[in-house]
């Protein structure tokens, strides 16, 4: 192992040409090509041929460095965007300010390859539109954009070294998770960043840095100058993680959950409904991890009706709730109501999600009492919504101490999460407003699309 004396492992140290980055010998790390996937050693390996450098970076070698398997392999190269277009002839550009190259191949698979950059897109502050020359970057440049030391390492098949410019390694072999540079001030620049910093710790059980987490802590509401679109989409990625509930309990510690869901700032000053909130949360996570044969998913509307499900059962006393006759139908416009005012719009959340939303809710208390029953009227298993509703009240039986909710009910490919599931008053039928294209695998496809 080589170092040099000016690297900080906080990342305060400011890229500049003096600085050199830690190499971290073959022996002296778990990694080696073998572990990497083999469509990622083509394009590494095909990078080198072609006489450019090629590196395995951010989230894979950090799980590779955990023996965990990585979702997935991105790779970085001093190669430019048109260069690695023609290098690659099956990939294709994405991305408007910083352009990254998707390199496909057979059963789906893409590897991302981007070009070294100087900054991130959310550290710039000077212009509207990044010149197209001062893009690109060094290595070194590289490293000191990304969020966090665990994720700002590279990994170089020539040698099978990792290059460490601002402590990566020794924060994992610590179990620390740290903000690259001064955290008051990335995180200003990008309030995102503390989503990322919290998911990194719940996922690998590690400590987040006393330093980054004080801004956090501080800094918390600034999520609230972000884009509703880009909460929604961080806020996905912890539901589905399988690491849900240890999420929630840093989001509790830190704030961040009372600044996302204001509502549960008083709510969950009890023990009561925190626990309530973790045992579902306990559920989404069991059924995510508990894949077997098929993968276990479940559809955003039903994740955000569970996240929410303690607030909903309090502001209306939901499992208690008359909703025969027009007890059904003014339970179905309070609750439309509080999910619009409330939470669709803070979170971008689709009318037709709603629609599902609500359905879920308003069942609620008839789908329970029918499973104590253990009998599900004819009628009723003819509804549109009766498969959901199933599932949404198995879960939630089993985080109030019923029985395990079976993965089979949840196996398989997920609903679209655009589909309404309350029962509608029916339609003319005209038209495919809303409808799924036609595709075939034969040959020719329908009328002439495959």
Known sequence: MTADSSIDRGGGQKPSSKVQG?????????????????????????????????????????????????????????????????????????????????????????????????????????????????????????????????????????????????????????????????????????????????????????????????????????????????????????????????????????????????????????????????????????LHGNCGEQQVRLPEYMLFAAILFPWIEKEFDLLNREVKGGGYRTLLTEIRVALEEVICTRFNIKRSAKEAITTLYVNMPSFQSYRKEKNWPKWLKKKSYFDDCVQFSALIEEAGGGPKAAETLFAGTPKQDNVTLQESGGGSGRGRRGGNPVFTSQKGGVFGLR
Not at 206 to 211: G, K
Request: glycine share 8%; proline share 4%; charged share 30%.
């Open 22 to 286: 830690t190499i971290i010998e073959q022996d002296d790390h778990p990694i080696r090509p073998g572990d990497l996937d083999r469509e990622a050693l083509k394009v590494l390996y095909r990078l080198r041929d072609a006489g450019f450098a090629a590196y395995l970076v951010g989230g894979g070698v950090r799980d590779l460095y955990l023996g965990k398997r990585p979702k997935d392999f991105d790779i970085s190269t001093n190669a430019h965007p048109g260069q690695l277009r023609k290098l690659f002839r099956n990939s294709r550009t994405i991305g408007r300010r910083f352009r990254l190259v998707q390199v496909f191949y057979r059963g789906n698979k893409i590897i991302e390859v981007s070009t070294l950059r100087s900054q991130s897109e959310y550290d710039i502050r000077d212009s509207k539109v990044l010149p197209s020359n001062n893009t690109f970057g060094t290595l070194e440049d590289d490293a000191f954009r990304r969020d966090l030391t665990i994720n700002s390492l590279f990994y170089e098949i020539e040698h099978n070294t990792i290059i460490d410019y601002v402590g990566g390694v020794a924060d994992l072999n610590d179990g620390i998770v740290r903000i690259v540079g001064d955290p008051e001030v990335r995180i200003t620049r990008d309030p995102v960043r503390m989503l990322r910093a919290v998911r990194h710790a719940a996922r690998a059980g590690f400590t987040i840095e006393d330093r980054t987490w004080q801004a956090i802590v501080a800094q918390r509401d600034q999520l609230n100058l972000c884009p509703t679109s880009r909460i929604r989409d961080e806020l996905l990625k912890d539901l589905v993680s399988g690491c849900s509930r240890p999420w929630a309990e840093k989001c509790v510690q830190s704030g961040i959950l009372f600044t996302l869901f204001p509502f549960y700032e008083s709510l969950l000053a009890g023990d009561g409904e925190k626990q309530q909130l973790y045992s579902i949360l306990n559920v989404i996570d069991r």
